[in-house]
Structure formats: C-alpha cells, structure tokens
C-alpha cells in the first residue's frame, strides 16, 4: 500500500527522470513528477509517475496542486530560478506539519552551516573567493532550513553530464573540446548517482537523514586529457582536449560562471567522498561507465551529453540570478 506522496520538482532533467524511475520500483510511494513543458509529461508516466502536474517556480498559481497530500519533496532548480525556489520555501514552511522531508540537490562546498567553513578562508588556494554560485547553493539549502523543515542535502560535486556539453559541436565536427580545467584532476559525479542517494535517503526518509549533508563524488578525480581519454575510447574516435585560458572562457559564459570554473581548478573539488558508497554499499559510477552504460531512466551518458544545455557560449546564463 503507498503510504506517502513524493513530489518531484525538474523531473524532467538529469537527475529527476534518474529518481522517477527509481521510485517507480518501490510500492510504497506515489510519485507525482513535475514538469514544465506539456510535451514531456508523458513520458514522466511511462519512466514510472503515478501522477504529474504543471509546475513552475515562478509561477505561485501551480504550486497548491503540486504540493496537495505531498508528504516529501525532492528539490532542484537551475541557477537561474534562484530566488523563485526562496519564495517557494516559504510557502513549503507554512506547511511543514505537512511535509515531512526535503531532499535538496546542492553543491560541494555550499556547507556554512557546518563547523569547518568560514567565508573569509573557505577557499583552496590565497585569494581566491567563494564562488557566487556555492553562495547561491547555500542559500537554497538555508531557505528550506529557515522554514523549519527536515532536510536533507546532497551536495554534489561537479556533473559529468555538464562537463562537455557546450563543445558537442566541435567533439563531432572537429574532435576536440576546451575548458580551463587542464591538469588539474576533479571528481565528477554521474547525475545517476545524485539520483540512487536521493532515493535512498527518500526511502530510509528523515528519520535518518534530517538535517545530514552528504558529498556526492565520483570515484577517482580525473584531469581533462583523462576525460579526453575515455571519451575518445566510448566514442570509438580521437578526441582532443585543447586547454582555454579564463579570460577566454570568461568571455564565453560570463563572471560567475567562470568564477566556479576557478574554484574548479584550484583543487577544492579534487578530493572524493565516501557518502555514496555509505548510503548505496558501492562505489560510485566512473566517467566511462557514465558515458557507456545506461542509467535507471534507459539513457547512456554519451545520449545526455546531447541533450538540452543552460549554457551557451556568448551569453551570460547567470545574468539576472547575481541579482538576487
């Protein structure tokens, strides 16, 4: 018998359609998956939802028939729904007897609530700042913990499924693809992954996961000629990693996009977590198992890579979200 209702939110992204059809395999929920674009709820329904439902962070009107007997939340958004995620945690703290659980995506490095980080030094190397993305990550974490919520967050380090995407024309056409991460190894995490800890700690629920934070990693940092390696070797082709000085990148994404990129090259991101093997029993995905093998949700990360992107070169997708 399902006996709670977990509400989705972006479950048509990466690590959404990874949870839906996850859950899908456990009787005891009804999963009510949300989208945005008509077109794709159906195949929310086929990936596994038990209902789905029109939601929009910055419009307040869809959020009373998403959350109606929604008893835990899973909680993403993009960078630039920022401040539409704010609001919409003080409406989830007007009804915190009512929602047990948030479970929310977030970043490695957005921990001030923990002893260790102090705003004026948390950084890996003199003089470079906290990103104002990590900013951005904490303060979706604090909202929901201002509203008096059990939450949970997982905060993941770099995604695979982001680490290319702006350069699958050039992988194609020309066979190689740039970025100022060089040598300088990262352990990037498979959305998949991100999706089997949610479940996990959706499951075991708040009892023994409320107000636990949890480093999400891959398994072994990799520099960007090793990236190129297993590319090169799941696309039975040559491809080439050309290294991008900031500036260039800069130019290409804006500051704050490029301020995370240095925070990526400053060896904050290199070292790699136990939590997922704590919360799974295994280890997490490897880069080339992500490209290769295909997840919950039936994709291969090679298939991802060539799927919908927020960043695009010569436009500052971060723009309006620094106002906030």
């Not at 009107?61 to 958004?77: K, Q």
């Not at 659980?101 to 923990?114: I, L």
Request: with cysteine.
């Amino acid at each position: 018998m399902k006996n709670q209702t977990v509400l989705i939110t972006s479950a048509t992204g990466r690590i959404g359609k990874e949870l839906v059809a996850r859950l899908s395999k456990h009787s005891d929920f009804t999963i009510r998956a949300c989208y945005f674009s008509e077109e794709k709820a159906e195949m929310l329904k086929t990936l596994g939802a038990n209902e789905v439902v029109k939601f929009d962070l910055s419009n307040e009107e869809t959020w009373a028939p998403a959350l109606e007997g929604v008893t835990a939340i899973y909680s993403a958004s993009l960078d630039p729904m920022l401040e539409g995620h704010l609001n919409f945690c003080k409406e989830l703290g007007k009804r915190k007897d009512q929602i047990k659980h948030v479970v929310r995506v977030s970043c490695m490095g957005a921990d001030t609530n923990t002893a260790s980080y102090n705003p004026d030094n948390h950084a890996s190397r003199a003089g470079a700042g906290i990103p104002l993305m990590l900013q951005h990550y904490w303060w979706g974490e604090k909202a929901l913990i201002d509203a008096g919520l059990n939450v949970t967050a997982l905060r993941n380090n770099f995604f695979m499924n982001h680490l290319l995407k702006t350069d699958c024309e050039t992988i194609d056409n020309e066979g190689w693809f740039s970025n100022p991460l060089g040598e300088m190894r990262n352990s990037f995490v498979a959305t998949r992954d991100i999706a089997e800890a949610a479940e996990v700690v959706l499951r075991e629920g708040p009892e023994r996961h409320a107000n636990k934070f949890y480093d999400i990693t891959g398994p072994a940092p990799q520099s960007m000629s090793e990236i190129a390696s297993d590319l090169d070797r799941a696309m039975n082709k040559t491809i080439e990693y050309r290294a991008q000085s900031m500036v260039d990148f800069e130019n290409d994404f804006g500051n704050t996009r490029a301020e995370f990129f240095e925070y990526l090259t400053n060896g904050f991101y290199t070292r790699c977590s136990p939590d997922f093997y704590n919360l799974t029993g295994h280890k997490p995905t490897s880069y080339y198992d992500y490209l290769t093998t295909k997840g919950a949700s039936g994709e291969t990360g090679l298939e991802e890579l060539y799927q919908g992107n927020l960043w695009k070169k010569g436009v500052d997708a971060m723009k309006d979200a620094v106002e906030t």
